[in-house]
């Protein structure tokens, strides 16, 4: 069992930045594929990025290539997502994931969710 807890969202304006953790508990978070998801109100969850089990290996959906960067440090039990040159559409509620497939792109593969971080880009 993993328990997934972000932090990080808030208000920022457009080209701002934000940086969102994902604390995981338990002991075998290195063992875990990690990914990041976000919902925008009035739409399904969507793929951000994903990261594997050393970090050493990622993946972004192209509306954030080159502007989103997704880490982890194993020693910490967290993963990072670095938002840089933040839109108005990035605005939703970003979610962290944990799972067995590496780089997985879909919802259905990942086990464990946390609650969620509120994003809000202004214009």
């Known amino acids: 069992q993993v328990q997934l807890v972000e932090s990080g969202g808030g208000l920022v304006q457009a080209g701002g930045s934000l940086r969102l953790s994902c604390v995981a508990s338990?002991?075998?978070?290195?063992?875990?594929?990690m990914g990041w998801f976000r919902q925008a109100p009035g739409k399904e969850r969507e793929f951000v990025a994903a990261?594997?089990?050393?970090?050493?290996?990622?993946y972004y959906a192209d509306s954030v290539k080159g502007r989103f960067t997704v880490s982890r440090d194993n020693a910490k039990n967290t993963v990072y997502l670095q938002m840089n040159s933040l839109k108005p559409e990035d605005t939703a509620v970003f979610y962290c994931?944990?799972?067995?497939?590496?780089?997985?792109?879909?919802?259905?593969?990942?086990?464990?969710w946390g609650q969620g971080t509120q994003v809000t880009v202004s214009s």
């Open positions: 338990g002991r075998t978070f290195s063992s875990y594929a």
């Open positions: 990261i594997n089990w050393s970090g050493g290996s990622t």
């Open positions: 994931a944990a799972g067995r497939y590496v780089l997985a792109r879909t919802t259905a593969d990942y086990d464990y």
